[in-house]
């Protein structure tokens, strides 16, 4: 059921931004009164689900789950309609407008996209509001894991700032930490004192190739009891309210390293706690029971998520605002993958990839989120200057009102079957990972 769950959601979202993709370049060409001959949801070799036209536009479903397309008489487009071109140029086909409606239409796309996730944030900001967790009200630290140790993290460290950049929310720190090229200098306070950490470039690339940013970093939870389990508990003294931040030798213990080793390493025998108490320490002998446990019940709830609320009004400058910085990120994100050296190419996926980041279970404020995500990268992909995307297209039309000397219809031709090629290769190699990671892991 989870699966099915999460295969709807991919289906719901796809269908909808492949629409809306598609319905930029059709309502511009509309417009300009270009004749659109089609306007498919998914690709329809051989036969499509179900089809119907209506004036000159026939619509319908394809059967193949990778896109969408409209069919604009007079261009040359995935369609490969050779034939038309050759006939006569009609006053309703795209190649007899003028560049700049050819290049309206073109970018049409990419603009309707970004509109999508500028509506959807609005819309999120509006109905729920934003939920997070503010890094000021993190009292205890963070908890990091190997990676981030090796950077010079230390569990209980209290970030505070990232390149002179204040960090707000708990959540921005991944990617205020990996998301830009360059080394970092980051400042957190440890132990009352404000250190400086300078982290090279190349061991942010490291951790990202070995996949070891997913757990980076994590809230600690102090050990704080909430009640008393055990009389064995009572009888050495602890108390509700009592805070352990040491046991035997080890100094600065959370709630996780107690419960997940610590305690486990004397089961059956008798650990000396120190525990805070009314601002003061003391020292308590304890015995640990053979499950590896001490008889207490620990406080829950000591982190409270900040809600911002918003009006309609702020909603709006709040969504595109979100928008935009989505689109810086993954801007950025891109800009490491094609770079060789960061081997970032090798985390590319596929439609796996992408079912996988929707939730087990039905959730509108997820699925919304991961809806607006993804129309910013089919965005900001199909901007990209890559023949036979809308970017490829576009660049060619730009050059043409910039010079005044439009490119010949052999060269298109070639240059969109160069573009398919270099996508059915990105398309393989995707999926192929994706593939790959399902039986190597």
């Known amino acids: 059921m989870e699966v099915l769950i999460k295969i709807i959601q991919f289906f719901m979202s796809l269908s909808l931004l492949v629409a809306i993709h598609e319905f930029g370049h059709f309502i511009v060409a509309r417009m300009f009164k270009i004749r659109v001959e089609k306007f498919y949801i998914f690709f329809d070799p ?49 190649r007899a407008k003028p560049a700049w409606q050819r290049f309206c239409v073109m970018v049409a796309g990419v603009v309707m996209n970004v509109l999508l996730a500028v509506l959807i944030y609005s819309g999120i900001r509006y109905v729920w509001g934003e939920s997070y967790m503010a890094n000021a009200d993190v009292k205890w630290g963070y908890e990091f894991n190997e990676a ?27 990617s205020m930490l990996l998301l830009t090229e360059g080394d970092r200098e980051v400042v957190v306070e440890r132990g009352g004192e404000k250190l400086t950490l300078n982290i090279p470039f190349d061991e942010m690339l490291a951790m990202r190739r070995n996949r070891e940013y997913e757990d980076l970093y994590t809230l600690r939870v102090p050990f704080i009891i909430d009640s008393i389990a055990s009389a064995s508990a009572a009888q050495a003294g602890l108390k509700v309210g009592d805070e352990v931040v040491a046991c035997n030798e080890h100094e600065n213990v959370s709630a996780t390293t107690m419960t997940t080793s610590l305690l486990k390493q004397y089961s059956g025998d008798t650990v000396t706690l120190r525990v805070l108490r009314a601002g003061a320490e003391q020292e308590l002998r304890v015995p640990v029971g053979e499950d590896g446990k001490i008889g207490v019940m620990l406080k829950a709830d000591l982190f409270q998520p900040r809600t911002r609320e918003f009006t309609l009004l702020q909603a709006i400058p709040a969504g595109a605002a979100l928008a935009g910085e989505t689109i810086a990120d993954y801007w950025e994100q891109l800009k490491l993958i094609f770079q060789p050296k960061t081997k970032m190419y090798e985390e590319l996926g596929g439609f796996i990839s992408i079912g996988k980041i929707f939730p087990s279970e039905w959730n509108w404020l997820q699925f919304w989120s991961m809806t607006a995500f993804l129309s910013i990268i089919l965005a900001v992909m199909n901007i990209l200057p890559i023949p036979g995307l809308d970017g490829g297209h576009a660049l060619f039309t730009l050059w043409e009102m910039l010079t005044g000397r439009k490119a010949s219809d052999k060269f298109l031709e070639v240059m969109q079957y160069i573009g398919l090629a270099i996508l059915f290769v990105l398309l393989v190699y995707a999926n192929g990972n994706d593939i790959y990671r399902l039986f190597v892991g």
């Open 46 to 94: 051989w036969f499509s689900l179900f089809k119907f036209k209506r004036g000159d536009t026939e619509y319908g479903m394809g059967w193949v789950p990778l896109g969408g397309y409209v069919k604009i008489a007079g261009m040359i487009d995935e369609s490969m309609d050779l034939e038309q071109m050759k006939a006569p140029v009609q006053p309703w086909e795209f």
């Open 148 to 174: 981030a140790e090796r950077m010079g993290f230390r569990d209980g460290d209290k970030v505070l700032t990232v390149d002179g950049e204040e960090l707000d929310a708990v959540g921005d720190l991944r």
